[in-house]
């Protein structure tokens, strides 16, 4: 775990509706709720998934949000230095799991959920002390709310300050890891996410899917499809990024690749013979796909969903990548 990292930040992308909807997909997903719950409970700290873009401190809004937390989001200058921290998160933490310090001294963790290279959201959670606080530390927090003119009741304040939950680095950062072995589980929920899940979904959108789902193993092109649902091509690309957030190439290769995946689950399938059954017209090409959007290597992945065994199919040889 890294504390006040410092990155060349670049200005990040705001969330487009399909990462909003993924996201809001997510929290929404029994999965989530349950972790969520667990994490909560077993820990007593916050836990919220925060989209890639958004500002607001979704930790506010947990039953087990700090106190002090709370009584600074009240007030519009330091709800503002709230925010600003938040922003600090999201873009330390697009190189990895970051921790960062508020001005009065507690820590937030921010653990990225991707969908191959792209960012979806943050796992967030903290509001904790890393060492305890001290009295002459309050008063430097007061001066500062003095200066920013939002003092309120320094009494309550510090009540709540010094109730803030004190935790070992070492425990927190095993708190935090708890939180970045679930992230892999929800980057690999989320594809399926993005092929299954559209809202008030157009006509056309509905008939496409149905098609692509059928022939996904041929050569399926833009064309074929348009014209498998009886409107022009310009009209369907229209239509269908809007409705689904995704390209039909994008969308096709992730119908591709969940295939590939649930093939994979058969331990004497071979990879390559599954990236064909899918629908993948060369290795290569299969190769580059998977690992843009799982984020792994096919062979990696492979190992991976067998629990680490390497496993190839009788009387065979495992082979690198897609053998």
Not at 154 to 165: H, V
Request: hydrophobic share 40%.
């Amino acid at each position: 775990m890294q504390t006040n990292v410092s990155h060349a930040r670049a200005p990040l992308a705001p969330a487009n509706d399909s990462t909003r909807n993924v996201t809001a997909h997510l929290r929404q997903s029994e999965i989530f709720r349950d972790y969520q719950k667990a994490y909560e409970t077993a820990t007593g700290l916050p836990m919220a998934l925060r989209t890639a873009g958004s500002f607001q401190s979704p930790l506010h809004g947990s039953k087990q949000a700090n106190a002090f937390c709370t009584l600074m989001a009240k007030n519009n200058k330091t709800c503002a230095a709230c925010l600003q921290l938040q922003q600090r998160v999201e873009e330390e933490a697009s190189f990895g799991t970051r921790t960062l310090q508020c001005f009065a001294g507690l820590s937030e963790s921010a653990v990225p959920v991707r969908v191959g290279d792209k960012i979806l959201g943050y796992l967030q959670t903290g509001q904790v002390f890393l060492t305890p606080p001290t009295k002459a530390r309050f008063r430097q927090v007061l001066r500062q709310l003095a200066a920013w003119g939002s003092l309120g009741d320094a009494r309550r304040l510090e009540t709540a300050y010094f109730q803030t939950r004190i935790l070992a680095r070492r425990q927190y950062e095993s708190v935090v890891n708890l939180l970045a072995v679930f992230a892999q589980h929800l980057s690999a929920l989320s594809n399926q996410v993005m092929v299954q899940e559209t809202a008030a979904e157009n006509p056309v959108i509905t008939r496409a899917r149905a098609y692509i789902a059928e022939h996904q193993a041929e050569d399926l092109n833009l064309r074929a499809v348009a014209q498998a649902v009886h409107v022009s091509e310009f009209h369907f690309c229209k239509v269908f990024k809007r409705g689904t957030g995704l390209t039909f190439t994008d969308y096709l290769a992730r119908v591709r690749v969940e295939t590939v995946k649930q093939l994979l689950l058969d331990p004497h399938q071979r990879v390559s013979e599954a990236a064909f059954a899918a629908g993948f017209q060369s290795l290569s090409q299969f190769n580059r796909v998977f690992h843009r959007i799982t984020g792994a290597a096919p062979r990696a992945y492979r190992e991976r969903v067998s629990g680490g065994r390497c496993i190839a199919a009788p009387g065979t040889r495992p082979v690198a990548q897609a053998a």
